[in-house]
């Protein structure tokens, strides 16, 4: 279940560095994006330093607010097994059923990624 955790921090790693560039169709930054390949970088750098400079979709932000969530609940997780995996907690039900609990909801996350590499067939729901 480590495992698990460890790559879903990854994977949500990785969709923080991309929320930048994911958009919608209609989004002022497409505009910018067909000048040439200054106003291009510029456009980016704009982008990068103040987002809402160039982008008007709100889905950048969303992908970033999705990612903080994500994350929250893979820390609790972590958390959650930490606990439950600690000697205090070993042989008590409680732990035991922290573990039943916890393990689905890691398992429904990481099927967003199931067609990324290093995803294990053991962790689909």
Do not use: N
């Not at 991309?18 to 209609?26: F, I, M, N, R």
Request: charged share 30%.
């Amino acid at each position: 279940m480590h495992d698990l955790v460890r790559w879903l921090g990854a994977q949500l790693d990785a969709d923080t560095r991309q929320a930048s560039s994911v958009h919608a169709l209609e989004c002022d930054i497409h505009a910018y994006l067909q000048g040439d390949l200054d106003a291009v970088k510029a456009a980016m750098a704009m982008f990068h330093e103040a987002p809402g400079a160039v982008c008007d979709c709100g889905i950048p932000a969303r992908v970033l607010r999705e990612t903080d969530t994500k994350r929250r609940i893979v820390a609790r997780v972590r958390d959650a097994l930490t606990e439950a995996e600690s000697p205090d907690h070993l042989v008590s039900r409680p732990a035991r059923v922290t573990l039943l609990a916890v393990e689905p909801i890691a398992k429904e996350l990481a099927t967003v990624y199931a067609d990324r590499p290093g995803y294990r067939e053991e962790w689909r729901p």
